[in-house]
Every structure is written in structure tokens, then in C-alpha cells.
């Protein structure tokens, strides 16, 4: 009801609670007089980004909570290949009908797809360059590794298959950490793999490291990242760690009294606020909450089109994807069957495995452009009518003032003091959807 009555684009500030209209202000104030209006986005489609999920491991991280299962797959394997090769075919020329798709990345993730035959990286990749309308010449072709995985052969029939971008999921320098993790390499075996791949791939490898870990000292991390950054390459990942809820090492924390403690909040800001320092130190650049580069181009593509709520497909047992299948600045989720061998029978049976569409409300695309957009540390949110609309202004001002958040000439974005606790900072900005109701309720009477 209430979406029917709403104005056209043109008087919607109408309609905006005062507290939106205080952070237009703000925004105004804050833009150039040459600087051309926030615009609306998603008024064409963009190139967008390919996620293949492999969902294998050797073995489950004492840490991890993905959709991940044991490799080799008991029993027969299904013929897998062919059903990623269905299901992005299906994705790229029959999921939104008429839609000519322009790819700007494709991310192999995982699992552990360093795993993977090379026929999967080989006929994805072909099949992608076939239904697609186009590949960007420069698109970003990422494979994520296990140290363990890497030889000489993989590396160059990785690069011979298209990709051009390495993650490698090193974790820790420490080895009692890693066998704590169960990793199945130690730091040694990670440092000659690192180094094993720069060879083939110089200046586009990536290294995923964890920090904040049981009975882990800021001193110890400080020492640890000196040391990273002595072999990194041209992109670093630094995750705090998540103690998510059902893994074996949350379980060992509660149960375990031998286990080294997890470090205090005070401990894990001074080590956030080390990470940030150090790797300034050592010429890298933050530009995302946990993403470091050393320059602009060693910036990841495809993880930075998630945070700039661009669209991205997703493919193979578990994915995820986020397109705009009915039309500019629409979302829909996607999502796909969880289990292998389902997914794969499936997508035998019906030419894809989707278990889900879920059309993403205007205001939960805004929501998530917020979420995201506030974990970029130059660009930051790009405030638009959309956006405008779920924030709290006033909320946005004290942030503003707290040093928190600061204004830049398109929107808002996170002070070094807001990134470290961006997670806090997200909730408070958003505006209560009853009160909007509230208010357009209001006017509207
Ligand atoms: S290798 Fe990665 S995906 Fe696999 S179990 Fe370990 S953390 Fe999880």
C-alpha cells in the first residue's frame, strides 16, 4: 500500500524523516558545487562477478563452520565437472531470461578447491568464456590454495587455464597455532609454497593470515606480521578470528583447561590498531576492514564487487549468488543446494541446482550496501536516495561528531576509529524500520 502511494523519485526528500533529510544536509555541505549528484546506481548492468564453490577439504579446520566435506566424496564421485558446467550455463544464458552477461571476475573458493582437478578449472573456465557476452580482458581469475596443494605443475596449468590470482590460506607463522587450527602444513611448508608461487604468479598472490588467537600476545602478532611482511606478495588478508559457534575449537575453549585463553578486547584492539600501523609501515595499504594491498591494482576485484554491492552469480553446491534478475537496481539472493551429491543429481536432472530465489526488499539492498559500504576505507558509503532512506541522520552526525565516521563528497565513511569497530558502528546508523513506518505513516495521512 504505502509503496503505491509513494511520489515519484523526484519529491521523495518529501517524504524523508527529518533525520534523513539532516544527513542531506550534511552531504550537501560536504560536496563540491562542481561535483555531480549522487546518483542513483544499478541504472545499467555492470559487469559482474562469478563465485564457484568447491566444496572439498582433506579434512575440517578445528576453526571452520563452512559447507565443506570430506575429499575424496565417499562412494562413487558424481560426475561434478559436468554439473558446474550445467549450472553456470544454465546461470549465464536461461537464469534471467534476455540478460547478456559482462564478467569482470571469477573467484574459485572454497572447500579447498586447490584441490580440484584440472578439468574443472579448465571447462568452468571455458564455459564461462563461451556463454558469457564477454570477459573482461582484464578480469581477475582467483583460485583460493592450501599451501599443501601447491607444486610447480598445478601452478603453471593454473595459469595456463586462465588464472591469475592466487589466495593462499596460510593462517599462522606459528606451528603450534596451526596444528591447534589442524592445518595440514606446517609454517615452513606455507613459506616455501608462498614462494613456489610467486614464481609463477609475481605480484598476484594474496596470503589469508588469522590473528587474535588462543593464547596469542599483541607482542607475538606485532613479531608475526614483521615476519609476514617480509615474504608477502602484493595483497594481504588479515582476519581477526571468529569463534563461530558448533566448530571443535569453540568446543576445546569450553572444555579443554590446558587450552591457552583467547586474547582480552583490550588485547584484540591493540592488535587490530598494530595491524593497521605495521603494514603502513611497511608500504601496504588498507583499504577494506581486513584487506591490505601494496598498490591500487593489487586490490581484489572480486571481493571489492561484494563490497560495492555489485551483482555476482553463484555456482556449485552451497553458493551463494546476487544478481538483479528483475531488473537495474533489483536484487535477488540465490542460493544452491548444500549437498554435493544433491546439487550435482539436480543439476543432471534440471540443468542447475538452485535450491532458492529470495527477492531482496529495496530496503534490505540498502541495508546491505551499508553493511558493506562502511568496511571500505577510501570509498566508504556512497549515500544515495536508497541508502538516504534507511540511515539515521542524526545517528550519521553523531557518529560524525564521536570520530567515528566522516564525510566524504558522495557519503560517509568509517575514521580509523570507526573501522576498528565497524561491527558497532553499523547498527547504530541504520534506522529502525518501524520508525519509518512510523513516519511515512505520518505524512501520508
Ligand atoms: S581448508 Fe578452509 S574451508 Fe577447508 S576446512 Fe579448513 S578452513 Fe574450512
Redo the contacts with the bound molecule.
Keep these: 500500500m504505502l509503496q503505491r502511494l509513494r511520489p515519484p523519485r523526484a519529491a521523495t526528500g518529501a517524504l524523508l524523516p527529518s533525520s534523513t533529510r539532516v544527513l542531506a544536509r550534511s552531504l550537501a555541505t560536504t560536496t563540491t558545487p562542481t561535483s555531480p549528484a549522487p546518483k542513483s546506481r544499478n541504472d545499467t548492468n555492470p559487469p559482474v562477478g562469478i563465485y564457484l564453490h568447491f566444496p572439498y577439504?582433506t579434512?575440517?579446520?578445528t576453526?571452520?563452520a563452512?559447507n565443506?566435506y570430506a575429499h575424496p566424496p565417499a562412494g562413487a564421485p558424481p560426475p561434478l565437472v559436468e554439473a558446474y558446467v550445467k549450472e553456470l550455463t544454465h546461470a549465464l544464458t536461461e537464469e534471467v531470461p534476455g540478460r547478456r552477461w559482462d564478467v569482470r571476475s571469477v573467484y574459485f573458493g572454497?572447500?579447498?578447491p586447490s584441490l580440484a582437478p584440472q578439468e574443472f578449472f579448465e571447462r568452468t573456465l571455458a564455459s564461462i568464456h563461451q556463454h558469457a557476452n564477454a570477459v573482461a580482458a582484464d578480469a581477475e581469475i582467483t583460485v583460493e590454495a592450501?599451501p599443501s596443494d601447491i607444486t610447480l605443475d598445478k601452478l603453471h596449468a593454473w595459469r595456463a587455464h586462465g588464472v591469475n590470482r592466487l589466495s593462499i590460506?596460510v593462517q599462522a607463522l606459528d606451528d603450534a597455532t596451526l596444528r591447534l587450527f589442524e592445518?595440514d602444513h606446517t609454517a615452513q611448508q606455507a613459506l616455501r609454497a608462498v614462494e613456489l608461487a610467486k614464481k609463477v604468479f609475481p605480484d598476484r598472490i594474496s596470503l589469508d593470515f588469522i590473528w587474535g588467537r588462543p593464547g596469542q600476545s599483541v607482542r607475538a602478532w606485532k613479531n608475526e606480521l614483521r615476519r609476514i611482511l617480509g615474504v608477502a606478495d602484493g595483497h594481504l588478508s588479515l582476519y581477526q578470528l571468529t569463534l563461530e559457534r558448533g566448530t571443535r575449537l569453540v568446543r576445546a575453549l569450553n572444555t579443554d583447561d590446558d587450552l591457552p585463553a583467547m586474547p582480552s578486547d583490550d588485547e584484540l584492539a591493540d592488535m587490530y590498531e598494530a595491524t593497521v600501523q605495521i603494514t603502513a609501515a611497511h608500504d601496504f595499504h588498507q583499504y577494506e576492514v581486513s584487506s591490505f594491498a601494496r598498490t591500487r591494482a593489487n586490490e581484489a576485484v572480486h571481493n571489492s564487487g561484494y563490497w560495492r554491492g555489485h551483482e555476482y552469480i553463484g555456482v556449485g553446491p552451497g553458493a551463494h549468488g546476487c544478481i538483479a534478475r528483475r531488473g537495474p537496481g533489483t536484487r535477488d539472493k540465490t542460493y544452491r543446494i548444500m549437498s554435493p551429491s544433491a546439487w550435482a543429481a539436480t543439476c543432471h536432472a534440471s540443468g542447475h541446482g538452485m535450491l532458492k530465489r529470495a527477492k531482496m526488499t529495496r530496503r534490505a539492498v540498502a541495508e546491505e550496501r551499508v553493511v558493506m559500504g562502511l568496511r571500505m576505507v577510501r570509498d566508504g558509503l556512497v549515500v544515495d536516495e536508497e541508502v538516504a532512506e534507511v540511515l539515521d541522520g542524526e545517528a550519521v552526525e553523531k557518529m560524525v561528531r564521536d570520530g567515528f565516521l566522516e564525510w566524504t563528497e558522495r557519503g560517509v565513511r568509517c575514521t580509523r576509529r570507526g573501522l576498528a569497530v565497524v561491527d558497532a558502528v553499523v547498527p547504530r546508523v541504520l534506522r529502525a524500520e518501524k520508525e519509518e513506518e512510523e513516519v511515512r505513516e505520518r505524512v501520508l495521512q
Design positions: 577439504c579434512h575440517r579446520c576453526y571452520c563452512f565443506v572454497g572447500g579447498t592450501n590460506g592445518r
